[in-house]
């Protein structure tokens, strides 16, 4: 299983970006995915999950209305368009997929991850 995130990057406060996640190996559709991230010093945190069909979103509360995650099955890819940004965002985000639906705000409930992609928040 592969599981490899793109698109981070430097960027200024208040813009965006786009991270993607692109996974083979396993039955994409099959899985339910999460954004989490890791700041320096920091644990990791979780960010935001969607169940394997797309219908359904969760969010923290620190990144609600601000970021939007979704996925293209056809694709094998997630997504994470993050607008507005903060300082505090900045951090390694990582993609990860879980068999089972349930505790997706808990990493220890996903099985696989990516290396993870730089996002840094310039003031």
């Known amino acids: 299983v592969q599981v490899v995130e793109s698109g981070g990057g430097l960027v200024q406060a208040g813009g965006s970006l786009r991270l993607s996640c692109t996974v083979s190996?396993?039955?994409?559709?099959?899985?339910?995915m999460g954004w989490f991230r890791q700041a320096p010093g920091k644990e990791r945190e979780w960010v935001s999950a969607?169940?394997?069909?797309?219908?359904?979103?969760y969010y923290a509360d620190s990144v609600k209305g601000r970021f939007t995650i979704s996925r293209d099955n056809a694709k094998n890819t997630l997504y994470l368009q993050m607008n507005s940004l903060k300082p505090e965002d900045a951090a390694m985000y990582y993609c990860?997929?879980?068999?089972?639906?349930?505790?997706?705000?808990?990493?220890?409930?996903?099985?696989?991850w990516g290396q993870g992609t730089q996002v840094t928040v310039s003031s």
């Open positions: 969607i169940d394997s069909r797309g219908g359904s979103t």
């Open positions: 990860a997929a879980a068999r089972f639906r349930y505790g997706l705000n808990r990493a220890s409930n996903y099985e696989y």
């Open positions: 190996g396993l039955t994409f559709d099959g899985y339910h």
